[in-house]
Structures are given as structure tokens and as C-alpha cells.
């Protein structure tokens, strides 16, 4: 019998966050057979990060037992807007990045076909196509870490409109005139319920003199703070804590509605590390506030939930798309 | 020569609002023939409206020296949630009116067949049919009047969504927790810039002991304001209107910027009572205050205007749905 020949049949997925950079090696069959991590340090400037990647690919290859030749394309999604055409990212406040030609320079670095999109529209599009057993023609991904972000499908596809940047629903402002977001506004979606907001109001607060046991789970300056520690600190039932998350979880409920009343989605979809971290604490206020605030009729038969994907909703999509545009 | 036989190839659109209903009469072409008003009555109630709406329709029919005969069909936009395929108005908070079954309760008056759909929907197809040249992809409309609606065109169709409510802008909270809308809810787009909203604003200043020649205009109980009242405060020097006017104009362009961010259209158009009355004094400050708060990137080569379809935009609109309906 002939030896079976060796598949070049896999592509990457990569995660470009604020913080690290996710590599996941799957099949055609959108099966993970490995993975890596790697931090991102963004403030090493563009270059260095652009090598991480590729250095955090080649990695979760060799990880596989697999060779670059066997991989026929890198999907990957990056915070901000994303022109996909020409791979470039546009602009990234978390990363410090305008006009970055990430795909190129990729491309140069691992020989192989990059493909690029917007980091949470290819989350929206993984758990579309894993995590839907029924595709619904319209879809809403909502995803809540460093940065806040969105991917919206319509008609069963990832819409991204006339300059290939929708979905940027973290800048839609909610609270106009409040706290300022890392894109420079006041009151974002983002500069409420990003991780960063969270973590800064939790210290704003400690030094107002308020208590939380945080101070004695990570020492009074709160530094390396994430975002299970406020999961711990609930449970512990800390009160500073819980209002900070809960009042996170109200203002994304009123995006959320917003996003109802001017979408009509059949369905939202919740991810990202603060909703991975905190779902059970935050998913109860956010689909009842969604449902109070949205007009009604509405979110009828609309379903709002928390994708299970968790993190690799991310490198999911991003196979997604390096599948679909190598086929 | 044979005398030219009678056409029956019109249509008649109907725009309903919360303070009147506007009826035209249109040609195939969406050229308009003749046009009739009726103030609406909301607080009569529904059955009472829905006459109106009737007679306002025959008067435009009987002013045109045409007969119900030559009428194809009707086009209606009302102001809320509408059902386009059951016809029925599913909510709308500016008459006061909950599931009311729009679209049979016209045709037994008419014996014509009706097709409803959200007003400011209406408004945006017939910006879109009637007043661009080249067609774009995708288009939104955003209309200011009694109340606040949008319009989104997406590959060249009215985007309806699973729940055929979507469009409603007019309640996406930009000031979470601010002035209470018709709707309930707190800091809605429209509670910020709707016609009522601003003139409780002037009444509630006026209160307070501020001065403003509209009260030498219409009285000091300022009954019977219009938006074009407005218009002439400012001309005159009137800081307060001016300020408010201002106000509203930078909440509009707030909007607009998240839905830039959101959904990415080529063309943002404007239109609606008070954009009609203030488009000089608000247009700039829109503008500007949309490309200060859109995502770099997201707004290249968008075109923001004001609609010069003015109060016909929403006849027109549903004279294009008539016409495309009976087709």
C-alpha cells in the first residue's frame, strides 16, 4: 500500500490583540490541531510586532510537527480598521498603529498568502460558521477585551461597507460627553466597558480610599490586573468590584439595543476576554437591559448570547477567511 | 386620431407623521402631480388617523382631476417599528400607537391596494431613486423632524433585517442616562435633537428667566413654535436658539460618526422638518462634528448633505415602493 502523502492542506489563524498574538494551526475542516501565544509588545513600534507574528506562526507550525509548506495561507485579524484589500491596517489605537502594510510585510516574512480583515469581524465570522448549527442571514458579533470591537454578517456574509470598515461599534459613542476612549473621543462604547476603563475606573476608585480585595490579591498598586481577577473578587463578594462590572454590563446592554434597533440581527453573539471571564456575572444585566432599551418588536425572537468559542473565536475566523480565499 | 385612452398608471405615496399627513400623487416616472395635506390627530386615535389618511389620499386623488380608478396603488410611511409584510404599525411612540393594523384598515377605505413601510425608510429610497445620479452601494438617510428615523440602503435595497424594524436611529442612546424620549428610554438620538425635545429645551430656558425673541415672536407661552421659527431667532441674533440649534447639530453629527463607525455607507444623506428649516445653521456643524468622531478611515469619500427632496422625500419614497409593489 502507498504511504498516504504528506497534506498541505492547513491554514493559520492568527489573533493580533492589544496584548498577545494567538496563532491557531487548523484543517480545512476548521479543526484546531495546534496552537500558540505569544505577547504582543506593541510599544516596540510596528516592525517588531509584525515579526512576533510571524515568529508566533512559525512556532505553532513547528508545534504541529508540520513545515511553512504545508500551509497554504495565515489569516489574520487585527484591532482596528482594516482596509482588506490591501491589507494594510489603518488605524489601531491599542496597537499605536496608522497605516501599517501588515500583509506585505507578513508575506515577506513567512512566504505564504496573508490575508487580512478586522480582528472582531473574523470572530463574528468563526462563530458564525462553527457555532451556528442554522445560519441566520443576519448576525451580530459584540466582543469586549482590550478593545471593543464588532463584526456584523448580513445576507449570510461578513459586511464591511463602502471603505471595508464597518462593524467599528466599539467608537459608537453612548455616553457623549463621558470618560475618554483611546481613539481620542468621549464616551465610546469602548471607553466604558474595554478592559482598560474597567481596570482604570477599579484603581480610581481605590484611590479614592474605596476597598476591594483586590488590593490583597495583587498588592495595593493593582498592576498585572486581568480580567478573572474580577470574576475572583465578585466571588468574593466584593462589592466595589461587581458595581464596576455591573454597570459595564448595562452600558454594553443599551450598545447592545442600539445595535438591535438599527440592525434588526436575528442574532448577537457575545465574546472577547471580558465576556470569557465574566459571562455569568455580566451576560444576566446585558440581555435584560438589551431587551428594555431596544424599541419594541424589535428583539423579538432575537437570541443574545455568549459565544462558547472564547478565545479562539479569533483564530477561528481567521482560518475561516484564510479557507475561504485559498480555495 | 384616436383620443388618448386614460392612464390608471399612477401611484400615490403618503407620508404620515405625528403632525400631518402629506399625500402625493405620482406618475410611473415618480413625477409628483399634485399634492394634499391634513393635519393628523393623533390624539383621535388610530381609527380616527386612518380616515384621515383616506380622505387626505382622495383629496389629492380629486385635486389631480383623477378618479381612484386611475390609482395603481399607495405607499405609506409611518412613524415607528412597521411590519412590512403584515402591514401593520408595530409601534409609534409619536401617535401613540401599538399594533395597529395600517394596511388592511386603508385598503377597505381606499379598495386600492396599500403598502406600508417605516417613513424615514421611505424617505431614504426616495433620496436614493430620485435625487442620486450614480448609485451607491450602500446609503444611509437620517432624517430630523417630530421624530427621528433613519433609512439604510445596503447593495442597493432597503435593508428591513430579521425582525423588518431595522433603520430606527432615532433611539440609539448617544447620552446614556440624559433627557427622557418618547420611548421611555433615557438619552436617545431623538430626545436630543427632535423637534420636541429642542423646543421643550427653549421652553424649559425660558423658564429659567433666559431671554429670546421668539417670545416677542409667538408669545412668552410659546405655543405654536415651528422649526422655522427657529431659522428666524437666529438670523436675528437670538443666542439662545442659536445654542441649542448648535447643540442638537453636534449630537446629530455625534449620530451620524457612529454610524459611519457601524455600518461604513458611501453617502450619509439628511432631510427632515428641522434639517429643512436649518440646514444652513446645522449642516457645518454636522459635518464637521461626523468627521471629528468617525474612525480615521471610515469617513474617506463619504458624502455627507442635506436632501434637497425636503418634505417630499417621504411621499416620494412611498410613491417609489407603490410603484415597485405593483410592478
Known sequence: ???????????????????????????????????????????????????????????????????LEQIKGVGIGAPGVVDAESGRVVFAPNLGWRN????????????LPVFTENDTNLCALGVYQVELESKPRHMLGVFLGTGVGGGIIID????????????????????AGGPKCSCGNLGCFEALVGRQSLFHRIKTKVKDGEKTVLTEMLGSDLEDMRSGDLRKAIQKGDKLVQKVVEDAAEYTGIAIANLINIFSPEIVALGGGIIDALAKEMMPIIVETARDYAMPGTDKEVRIFASELGDDAGITGAAVLACRQTQ
Chains 1, 2 share one sequence.
Open 100 to 111: 501599517i502594510d501588515l500583509k506585505n510585510q507578513l508575506e515577506s516574512l513567512l512566504d
Open 156 to 175: 449570510g456574509k461578513l459586511y464591511s461597507g463602502f471603505n471595508k470598515t464597518a462593524g467599528e461599534v466599539g467608537h459608537m459613542v453612548i455616553a
Open 1 to 67: 500500500m502507498a504511504a498516504i502523502a504528506p497534506t498541505n492542506n492547513y491554514v493559520v489563524g492568527v489573533d493580533l490583540g492589544g496584548t498577545k498574538i494567538l496563532a491557531g494551526v487548523f484543517t480545512q475542516q476548521l479543526k484546531c490541531v495546534g496552537k500558540n501565544k505569544l505577547s504582543t509588545k506593541p510599544e516596540r513600534g510596528p516592525r517588531t510586532v509584525i515579526e512576533r507574528i510571524s515568529r508566533c506562526v512559525k512556532e505553532a507550525v513547528e508545534e504541529c510537527n508540520l513545515t
